[in-house]
């Protein structure tokens, strides 16, 4: 069921993701919408720490260091895996509060 709340909520996510200036920051961004600059700050800090793990794990194969390039490679895949799983807790955690109370 479509309620007031929920459309207007709605309408606010368009609106602030109509103002992204810079929509590839999201992916290293731990909130969905890039609304702040302390939030782009934070994204901009993600995206030199991931391109550090990929400069540094291809270093360390080129020095035939490979177990060691293999855990700086699982710590790159991980590090989008865990911005992205928690965006989705905090957009569930958005839409969990707009439900009604079982009360009503």
């Known amino acids: 069921?479509?309620?007031r709340s929920k459309l207007v909520e709605q309408l606010r996510d368009y609106q602030i993701r109509?103002?992204?200036k810079c929509?590839?920051?999201?992916?290293?961004?731990p909130r969905p919408h890039l609304s702040t600059w302390s939030d782009v700050v934070v994204a901009v800090f993600f995206a030199v720490?991931?391109?550090v793990l990929v400069l540094s794990s291809y270093l360390t194969l080129y020095f035939?260091?490979?177990w060691l390039s293999l855990v700086i490679i699982?710590?790159?895949i991980f590090l989008p895996i865990r911005l992205?799983?928690?965006?989705?807790?905090?957009t569930r955690k958005r839409e969990r509060r707009l439900l009604l109370p079982l009360s009503m």
Do not use: E, N, Y
């Not at 929509?23 to 961004?29: D, I, K, N, R």
């Not at 992205?84 to 905090?90: G, H, I, K, N, V």
């Open 64 to 66: 035939r260091h490979f």
């Open 49 to 51: 720490v991931f391109f």
């Open 84 to 90: 992205r799983m928690s965006r989705q807790a905090l």
């Open 1 to 3: 069921m479509i309620t």
């Open 23 to 29: 929509p590839a920051l999201t992916v290293f961004s």
């Open 18 to 20: 109509s103002q992204h």
């Open 74 to 76: 699982c710590l790159g």
